[in-house]
């Protein structure tokens, strides 16, 4: 498929209003709107319309976040609210947690694998960025330790700060009852908006516990 130039927008609002075309079809041709919609047009005007929309509603939802950020906050509050429909209310409040984590600060530092001792192990796992603090909750749970207080929201904060395809590697420490502390490592990539694959490295002492953390995310 050929990119989507300024000159066809026109051609795209029209295929993106045409309702005999299947509602995935619509919502894709939306996205393509988003880098025209970061000034005020043709493109813009219509995602704002079709934010109202029950089919694709949820689409344009992404491309009004994706197009003006934070500008878009007090438009996906008042959705996030108050719309009738199910998927663009889930859609601005999922998008309106992206920004709001992009404005605030990370604080862990962004470092690599090769930091962490000799001889760990790793394994990965795909879920919903919004199950973050599910899983480190399990982790704690399976691994009887605790992280350092912060560092819980700080992942969290970092997973919904990844753009689509960028990655991240955090090092945390993690404290067991008897007073021995062990490092883990998080890879965090963002697969898609509200999808992330999180790779762990960790002491190969600590594998049935993370084994065990995944399993259970997985149920």
């Not at 993106?16 to 995935?24: I, T």
């Not at 601005?92 to 530092?109: Q, S």
């Not at 795909?126 to 599910?134: A, H, L, Y």
């Amino acid at each position: 498929m050929k990119a989507v130039l300024k000159r066809d927008v026109p051609e795209v609002l029209n295929w993106v209003m045409d309702s005999g075309l299947p509602g995935e079809v619509r919502g894709f041709y939306v996205l393509d709107l988003e880098r025209f919609a970061r000034r005020p047009g043709l493109a813009r005007d219509a995602i704002i319309g079709l934010v109202h929309d029950s089919e694709i509603g949820g689409s344009a939802v992404w491309a009004l976040a994706g197009a003006l950020k934070a500008e878009a906050l007090p438009l996906l509050h008042q959705l996030r609210e108050s719309s009738p429909h199910a998927g663009v209310r889930t859609a601005a409040a999922a998008a309106t947690k992206k920004i709001e984590a992009r404005l605030r600060r990370v604080e862990l530092g962004d470092t690599s694998p090769a930091m962490l001792p000799q001889g760990y192990a790793s394994m990965s796992i795909e879920f919903d960025t919004d199950r973050v603090p599910e899983l480190l909750r399990l982790l704690e749970r399976e691994m009887k330790g605790k992280l350092k207080p912060g560092d819980c929201e700080q992942l969290a904060l970092s997973s919904n700060q990844l753009k689509r395809g960028s990655e991240r590697f955090h090092i945390v420490s993690v404290a067991f009852p008897d007073g021995i502390a062990s490092l883990l490592g998080f890879g965090i990539l963002a697969e898609d908006e509200d999808v992330i694959v999180v790779k762990i490295h960790f002491d190969e002492r600590l594998r049935d516990a993370v084994d065990s953390a995944f399993r259970s995310l997985s149920r």
